[in-house]
């Protein structure tokens, strides 16, 4: 047997819905909204001196990479494996950026802990990449943000134990989060004080599915997932993050829904709701990462 190795491994996150709040500084910055932390996973070690992120084979956020080495003094470079491409809504950024903070304070012989998310919500929130993603990502769950910042900075309600039969898929196209967010204005926040509010009175899989689809409808063209949904049984709900589609079905119809979106080519997964957040594996085999429905090409893609 080889010599196990360490790996980190970091959830997806689909926010549903979101207001930016400016602190006086990155850690006190965020945003407030809730989302789904995805049972789909970045899968991280640390591969060579330097600093940067390798994801799928290629060199990626290297601005990120370098804030991060910056913030904990300590050069790491990490070669991650993605189940769905940057820029598409799952907040890959996040993962990789936690990816590399987690994988230094390992080499620096701490483990995983509020702390060590802290450089990577920094580097988030300093290229405009993700607001509320770390402190999703941190925990797992139905992750409600009550307080703009990372773990132990800002605040978050977690719900646990939801496991919704979830049909995940990569639509064509991308946008940079900050021509989201500049879309974006003081009608979020009214929207989202009030959407947290019912929310946290309910902790309801339904009402967050109707709450995050009726935001996000002000964001993106809703018109392509009707046409992709027309018919089609069993479907509970659904919302539309940038070109992340999220479909809560009901599960003996999560088959069919899943074989009918990999026939018109997207990348597609069966899924649920993570109880768990980023976390170290001690392994001398990759733990499984999420895996691509089209392994060939998806696998590859950034
Ligand atoms: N092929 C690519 N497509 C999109 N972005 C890319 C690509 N390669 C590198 N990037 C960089 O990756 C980052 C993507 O961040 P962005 O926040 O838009 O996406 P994400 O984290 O994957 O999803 P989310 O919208 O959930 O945050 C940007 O800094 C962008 O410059
Ligand atoms: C800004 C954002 C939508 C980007 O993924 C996310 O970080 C969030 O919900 O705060």
Redesign the pocket.
């Known amino acids: 047997m080889g010599k196990a190795r360490v790996f980190a491994r970091v959830p997806l996150?689909?926010?549903g819905f979101w207001a930016p709040v400016k602190g006086p500084d990155a850690q006190h910055t965020g945003s407030l909204g809730a989302g789904l932390v995805l049972d789909l996973w970045v899968v991280a070690r640390p591969s060579s001196s330097g600093c940067y992120i390798e994801a799928n084979g290629?060199r990626?956020?290297e601005?990120?990479a370098r804030r991060i080495c910056g913030l904990e003094g300590f050069n790491l470079g990490v070669s991650a494996s993605s189940p769905?491409?940057?820029?598409?809504?799952?907040?890959?950024?996040?993962?990789?950026s936690l990816s590399l903070s987690t994988l230094i304070s390992v080499a620096l012989g701490r483990g995983v802990s509020e702390r060590s998310t802290w450089s990577a919500h920094v580097a988030?929130v300093e290229?405009?990449?993700?607001l509320g993603?770390v402190m999703a990502q941190f925990h797992g769950g139905l992750v409600v943000r009550t307080r703009p910042g990372p773990p132990g900075v800002g605040e978050a309600v977690v719900v646990r134990g939801l496991k919704p039969a979830l049909v995940v898929a990569e639509l064509p196209g991308?946008?940079?989060?900050?021509a989201?967010l500049s879309r974006m204005g003081p009608w979020a926040r009214e929207l989202v004080d009030k959407a947290v509010e019912r929310l946290l009175e309910t902790r309801d899989v339904a009402l967050f599915f109707e709450l995050s689809r009726s935001f996000t409808r002000r964001l993106f063209d809703y018109s392509r997932v009707e046409d992709l949904l027309a018919g089609v049984r069993g479907v509970a709900g659904f919302y539309l993050?940038?070109s992340?589609l999220v479909v809560w079905v009901e599960r003996e119809w999560s088959h069919d829904l899943a074989s009918l979106l990999k026939g018109r080519g997207l990348n597609t997964f069966e899924t649920t709701v993570s109880d768990e957040g980023v976390g170290l594996v001690h392994s001398t085999e990759p733990p499984e990462a999420g895996e691509p429905a089209d392994k060939g090409e998806a696998g590859r893609?950034?």
């Open positions: 996150h689909v926010s290629v990626a956020l601005g990120h769905v491409g940057l820029g598409k809504g799952f907040a890959l950024s996040s993962a990789l988030e290229h405009s990449t993700g993603d991308s946008e940079p989060t900050p989201v993050k940038k992340a893609r950034l």
